[in-house]
Each structure stands twice: as C-alpha cells, then as structure tokens.
C-alpha cells in the first residue's frame, strides 16, 4: 500500500529533536529506512515523492509562490478559526518566542483536533506529493516540464491544501506546512544518506540524472538486466555506471568543489596536471543540444537545476552560431550537453560587463526583476557564453573521458566568435613540478590585479569518479579566490543599526555636530551560533521598536528587502568587521554593496563613528571591480608577496630554506575628513538576522 505520511513525520520529528540537541541523526535516519523497507521497496510505493517529501529543498522545478503569511491565511480558512485561534496562530511573528507557523498550527490543532481526521483515509506521501505537484504546475515560475504536466493532472489550487489540512493531526499538520515552506530547519538531512538509504545506486545515477523521476526510472529499467540482488550486495562499479548515459533535458550533476584557503592548500589537495582556469562571474549554464530536430532544440539549465530556457533565449543565437548547428563543419550530428557560463559583452568596451548587469539583458519568465533604478542595456551590450566543457557527444557519454581529452573535444565543437562566443581562458601546471606554486602564485596575481574573480583548478580526470581513490580530493576541483585566503576579503567594520536584523554606518560629523545619523542599509548577514553567544554576552544594543526610534534614522532601499523584516533599531549601533567575496549592484538600489557578506569579528571598543562610510564604500566597490587599463606590474609583484605571506605561518608554500616573502600589510580604509552637512549623511548599514 502506499506510504502514510505519519511515517515520514515520525523520522522528521525525531531527527528535529535530535537537531536541537545537536546530535547526529545518521542512525536514526538508516534505522527509519530499514524498519520500513517493505514499505519503500513496494511496487506501488513512489521512490520520487518518498525524495521529494524528505528533501524538499532539491525541488527547484516547483514554485508554489506561498510564504508564510499567505499559508497562514490557508490554514485559518481549512480550520474555520476565530479571531482570537488566528491571533495564537499568528504568534510567530513575535520576537524571541522562538516560533514559526508551523509549531503554532500544531498547538492549535493539538487543543482542538480535525473533527474530520479518520485512520482509514490517512494522507499518503504520495497523495500529498501529488497535490504539491499539481499546484506548482499552476505557477509560472515552475519549471516548463512541471508546467506541461498540467494537461494530465486533476486540477490544484490552494483550496486542496485546505483540504489537506482538515485530514491531518497536529503533528502531520506541522510538518506539512514545512514542507509547503520546503524550509524544515534547522533539521537539515545528509541527502547522500538518503538517497543511499532508498537504494545504495541512488547517490550516483543521481550525479548522472539530477532528476529523481529520471534517476528511479533508470534503476527500476536497469533491475532487470542485473543479477538477482547485486544491486544491494556491493558499491556499484564504475563499469556498471558506464552503462548510465547523460539524457537530454535532465541536467547532469556537478563535479565536488573545494575552496583552497593557500598556496599550500592548493599544494597539498591538488596532484599531477591541473587545468588552471580563469573563474567566470556569470550565471552557470548546462546547454543541452538536440541537433537532430528541426529546428535544433536547445535546453539551458541553471545551477539550481531550472529549466532555464525561456528565461536565457537571449543566448540561443549564440549558441546556434558558435555549434554551427545544421551547417557544414558542425561536430554534433545528434545531441550534445555543454558547460559555461552566461555573461553580458561590451562592444564598446570590448570586455565582459559585471555580474549584476545580466539582470537588465534576462528575463524571469517574461519579466525584468529590480532594473528600475539600473542603467538601461545599451545597444552594444549582447549576452555572450563563455564554453568550459563538454558531458555528452552524440552517443558517447564523456564523464568517464579525462579533462584534457574533453577541452579538446570542446575546442573542436565550438566556434569562437568574439564578444559572443568563446573558450574560457586557461593554462595548463604540473604539480609534480617543483615550480608549480611560484606559476600558480604568478598566474593568481595576475587575474586578481586585473580584478578577476578568482581562479578554478581541474585535475586531469573524469568528470565523475565513482571507484575509491587513495587521495581524498581525487576528482575535485579547486575553487580559488583572493576573499578565501586570509584577511584579503576584509571590508571594513560596519555598524548594525537594528534587529530583525539589520547594520549600519555613520560618519564623524554626526558625533562632532550632534546630527542624527542617517542609515542606508546595504546589505544583510547572519550571525553564527557562537557570535551571537557572544553578541549576548558582551554587547548591549539598545533595541527599540522601529517607529519609535527616534536615535537615528534607517532608509532599508527595496533591493535590499528581505523576508526578515527590520522589526526593532539599535539607538546606539553595534559594530561589526565583514568580509566578501566581491562587490555587487542589487536591482532597485542603483549602489554597490557587498556580494555574500560574512561577519569576521565583532567590535565592542568602537561606535558606530569609526566604521566605513557609505561613500567609502562605494569606492572602494569602483576600485575592486574596474581593471587597470595597462597590466600594473608593481600591483602584480605586490600581490605575489601577499600571496606568500599568507601560506601558513608566513612562509610560502615552496620556500627552500628560509622565509623570503614580503609580507606587506592590507591598510585599513581611512575615513574621510571632509566636511559634510548633517542633511548628507548616509550611513552603510548591515542588516543581521539569526540564523
């Protein structure tokens, strides 16, 4: 019989309970697996909708376009409730109780249970996976496939999920509404342990076909062709994968990155020759081919797994050109699957564009999101793919082939065509070498003087590896930033201007003159368990509920928005040292703020006086992302030094006898001194929640 949605809510309250312990939920986890595998293995049990229910989050091809406020209003209308029941179900809205919608549906429907609620007709996983199903086929924002689906689906709108609420008790009814939410944190399962709990194959057809539907089919087809339990009795080899190809419009999985924190770090995990490649800051993509329909057929998926074809149609001209799809010296006779990333050229400037002028050039699904206040896209502006790989040929499956092989493979697919069309740049280091570090080193100065984003380095082996490898990172990629190794992604210190939660900055003039500061908040960060341990003990931030703030003044620009609204103001605002990994203009704000913020230290022996001014910041954004116009040899040696200085203990990573590097250090950002009238001061703000 089919799954009853209890069972699933038995695992998930336990491994929650023991999530707010902070103990591992593994066992609990395999236990749960085991005890029901009658039940999973059943003909009539779906795999898939098993997946989904437990890692909700992987569902990035349905949208249900509801967030907590429009769920609660569901659950008032499926529970006819009263002002005073909505009011208890509202209480998670308040501050420091600790609550979310969920645990408050539960407590209502555990002092008055569904009237309706009978053991025999018990919701099913795969009837609740059905009905989520048919409602984000209903929603644009849903993936295409899921969208098509809709024509052999019973119609669904929010008034089923009234529906299943009056069907459910009060422990099912909280984990259902989370599941609406796909949010079940802070429980977070090991997907891994999932998928090879459901069956031992799952983690790596599933690097193959990043589709559950796609990968179950594939086991359930292939349990015929094998041997009669060979599937459970060992790890699957490398020679029975083989026989698993990548599918056009199921996106293959990425490879396993590693972020280097050193030269030494990249020394010790990297081996034999890597593929030293310039990091692209555009918007990942996997182009799928068809060039066997007429016309050909392209796909584009998003690092997500999105179907984002509709959405980056901009491209298609492109690809087309550069693939020669159709024409006399194409290399594709039936499909293909690349890799690369989706970027914005100037013809102008003869140069790629910065990462957040893509918003003004691709659409989400028919509309341009939060480019009100950007600059309009200019005539000699185009979207441009830069090609980094290539996973399918026709027939041949090229995950098993080595790196160098398939460069060269893509080298004779695609067709350059400046500004539209191109290979990404790369250079080839053996690590055996003695001189590997010192070429390494040169070649990460070089892109950081002229304001690249970072380096990858690719070994020289398969896409996938799926056999046991005597080195830990066999097979793994090497993410290299400046913002990864030491203090090289320090900002600055920022102050924090509210809860809810929020950061800002001030300036000189307000303590000389007595002004009230003004705040431009610019960017959000969470704080880590043990920061805010310590914020609470050490700090003291007057918290006041924001109208009645009258100590300074907030501007929270719509970019800038999040779904933790600024509830209370800090009077006297918090100091905090941030670092990132770059810079970025969000839509609707018109300034630059900080790209995926993280707190490094807070300050308790400075106000808000002493941090970095919203000016300031914005300098320092147009300095770290605008390229010299000539290669800055000086910059280039003096970033090489640093480089050095920052392997651990200071000596450089291939240091013979004796330390030589210089160590030069990073100045903090000097504030300014020039007079400013109070009606000009803006503060650059950060806005904090806890996570």
């Avoid at 056999?467 to 924090?496: M, Q, T, W």
């Avoid at 605002?573 to 203009?585: G, N, T």
Wanted: with cysteine.
């Amino acid at each position: 019989m089919p799954l009853p949605f209890s069972l699933v809510c038995d695992l998930l309250d336990e491994c929650h309970r023991l999530c707010l312990a902070h103990r591992p939920n593994e066992q609990v986890v395999a236990d749960w697996f085991a005890r029901h595998r009658g039940r999973i293995d059943a003909r009539d049990t779906d795999l898939s909708a098993l997946l989904s229910t437990l890692l909700p989050e992987k569902r990035t091809d349905r949208v249900y376009c509801i967030q907590a406020a429009s769920l609660e209003k569901i659950v008032g209308r499926a529970l006819i409730l009263g002002a005073s029941r909505i009011a208890e179900l509202a209480r998670y809205k308040q501050p420091g109780l600790g609550l979310d919608l969920a645990d408050c549906v539960e407590r209502i429907l555990t002092v008055t249970p569904n009237p309706a609620y009978s053991d025999k007709h018990r919701a099913t996983v795969e009837e609740v996976d059905g009905i989520l199903h048919g409602l984000a086929s209903e929603i644009k924002w849903s993936s295409p496939a899921i969208r098509s689906s809709q024509a052999t689906l019973t119609q669904r709108n929010r008034g089923d999920l009234e529906g299943v609420y009056r069907r459910l008790r009060a422990r099912e009814a909280k984990w259902f509404t989370r599941l609406v939410l796909k949010d079940y944190q802070p429980l977070i399962f090991d997907s891994n342990l999932v998928y090879r709990c459901c069956n031992p194959v799952l983690p790596s057809i599933l690097k193959i076909q990043d589709d559950f539907a796609a990968a179950v089919k594939t086991i359930q087809d292939a349990k015929g062709k094998m041997l009669p339990n060979s599937v459970p009795a060992a790890p699957i080899s490398g020679t029975v994968l083989a026989s698993v190809k990548p599918q056009l419009g199921v996106k293959v999985g990425r490879q396993n990155w590693f972020k280097a924190r050193s030269m030494k770090h990249c020394v010790d995990i990297g081996h034999g020759r890597m593929s030293v490649e310039n990091k692209i800051d555009g918007e990942y993509c996997q182009i799928h081919v068809d060039a066997a329909s007429n016309p050909p057929r392209i796909q584009i998926f998003s690092k997500s797994g999105k179907d984002s074809t509709e959405d980056k149609r901009g491209l298609r001209g492109a690809i087309l050109k550069s693939l020669k799809l159709g024409l006399p010296g194409s290399n594709i006779g039936k499909r293909c699957i690349l890799e690369g990333e989706l970027v914005v050229y100037s013809d102008l400037e003869n140069k790629i564009l910065p990462f957040h002028r893509i918003r003004n050039h691709v659409a989400r699904r028919g509309r341009f999101m939060n480019t009100e206040e950007d600059i309009p896209p200019k005539p000699y502006e185009n979207l441009m793919i830069v090609y980094y790989d290539i996973l399918l040929l026709d027939d041949r499956s090229l995950l098993d082939v080595r790196h160098s092989e398939r460069f060269r493979i893509l080298e004779q697919t695609v067709h350059c065509d400046r500004g539209r069309a191109e290979l990404i740049p790369r250079r080839t280091i053996d690590f055996g070498h003695g001189y590997a570090v010192s070429e390494l080193r040169k070649a990460f100065a070089k892109i950081i003087t002229e304001k690249g984003e970072g380096l990858v380095l690719k070994p020289d082996d398969p896409y996938f590896k799926f056999h046991n490898s005597d080195r830990p990172f066999s097979g793994c990629c090497i993410k290299l930033k400046k913002e990864y190794i030491g203090n090289f992604g320090d900002v600055g210190d920022f102050a924090v201007v509210g809860a809810g939660f929020n950061a800002a900055k001030s300036r000189e003039q307000v303590k000389r003159w007595n002004a009230t500061p003004e705040f431009t908040v610019v960017s959000v960060v969470e704080l880590k368990e043990t920061q805010l341990k310590t914020l609470i003990s050490f700090g003291n931030p007057m918290a006041v509920p924001l109208p009645e703030n009258n100590a300074t003044r907030v501007k929270l620009p719509r970019g800038i928005e999040t779904t933790t609204p600024l509830s209370v103001a800090f009077e006297n605002p918090l100091v905090f040292d941030l670092r990132c990994f770059s810079f970025d203009k969000p839509g609707n704000t018109g300034f630059w703020t900080l790209r995926f913020p993280m707190v490094s230290k807070i300050h308790f022996d400075r106000d808000f006086s002493d941090t970095v001014s919203f000016e300031e910041l914005q300098q320092m954004a147009k300095d770290s992302t605008t390229a010299p116009e000539l290669e800055d040899s000086q910059e280039n040696l003096a970033w090489i030094a640093k480089l050095e200085g920052a392997d651990p203990r200071g000596r450089a990573a291939d240091a013979i006898s004796q330390l030589t590097a210089t160590t030069m250090p990073t100045p903090s950002p000097m504030k300014s001194t020039q007079n400013t009238s109070s009606s000009d001061l803006r503060m650059s703000p950060v806005t904090f929640r806890t996570a």
